[in-house]
């Protein structure tokens, strides 16, 4: 089956501290790849994809991640993170022409940015 | 505003006082899905719905049914709800399956 793992459980950074959180997924086929951002109390948004082209994607909030195909690997990175970056990251996978099982979310990870 | 907008937000109930979850978009999206999320275990899949009267099973349907007679409306309903049903679920809509999901602003249920 499918599945999204993500590195780690909880990250603890100190302001202007470089982020990277890990995402790895288990369907060797084509996949669009996502990460979702949930700040305390509110739903998922989300932060950017990837669908095809340019393996490095930028998204909102100065975040940008890394898709690696041979590792099957869709990292996370923001060069200094803010207090406000405080939330749970998901990073979720989706078949590229699948017609049954849509987001496969994995666990979280809660990064905790100290002021 | 393009939204997806859960009734109610918050709910307690006792088990097997049968409930209903409301989801409405107003983006005329195809792909509509629930999710519970439970801590370290991320969000799962409930029920997914590509179309009008068009629904399947996600990761985890048991106790759940949905139905889908109009695009923008997807309720989640709980037959008879146990405490194990005690999660945070979201609805989230796509225009179509694979692409961007847009969520819902969660409904927090306790089943006593």
């Known amino acids: 089956a499918q599945s999204v793992s993500q590195h780690n459980h909880h990250v603890i950074l100190s302001e202007a501290a470089s982020l990277e959180l890990g995402c790895n997924y288990s369907y060797g086929g084509t996949v669009n790849l996502f990460w979702y951002v949930q700040y305390p109390g509110q739903h998922l948004q989300l932060l950017l994809k990837?669908?095809?082209?340019?393996?490095l994607v930028k998204g909102i909030k100065g975040f940008e991640a890394e898709f690696i195909k041979s590792k099957f690997s869709f990292n996370l990175r923001k060069p200094s993170v803010q207090w406000s970056d405080t939330a749970e990251y998901f990073c979720a996978v989706t078949r590229g022409n699948n017609y049954g099982q849509n987001f496969v979310f994995g666990p979280g990870t809660r990064l905790s940015v100290l002021p | 505003e393009a939204q997806v907008t859960q009734n109610p937000r918050y709910l307690i109930t006792v088990t097997g006082k049968k409930l209903t979850v409301t989801c409405s978009q107003n983006m005329n999206h195809e792909y509509m899905s629930w999710y519970r999320q439970d801590p370290g275990l991320g969000l799962r899949q409930i029920y997914y719905?590509?179309?009008?009267?068009?629904?399947d099973k996600g990761d985890v349907p048991e106790g759940y049914k949905v139905s889908r007679k109009e695009k923008r409306n997807f309720p989640l309903i709980l037959e008879s709800p146990s405490p194990n049903q005690t999660s945070l679920y979201f609805c989230?809509?796509?225009?179509?399956?694979?692409?961007?999901?847009?969520f819902g602003q969660g409904t927090r249920l306790t089943v006593v």
């Open positions: 719905s590509m179309n009008v009267e068009v629904t």
């Open positions: 989230a809509s796509s225009v179509e399956l694979n692409t961007e999901a847009f």
């Open positions: 990837y669908f095809s082209g340019d393996p």
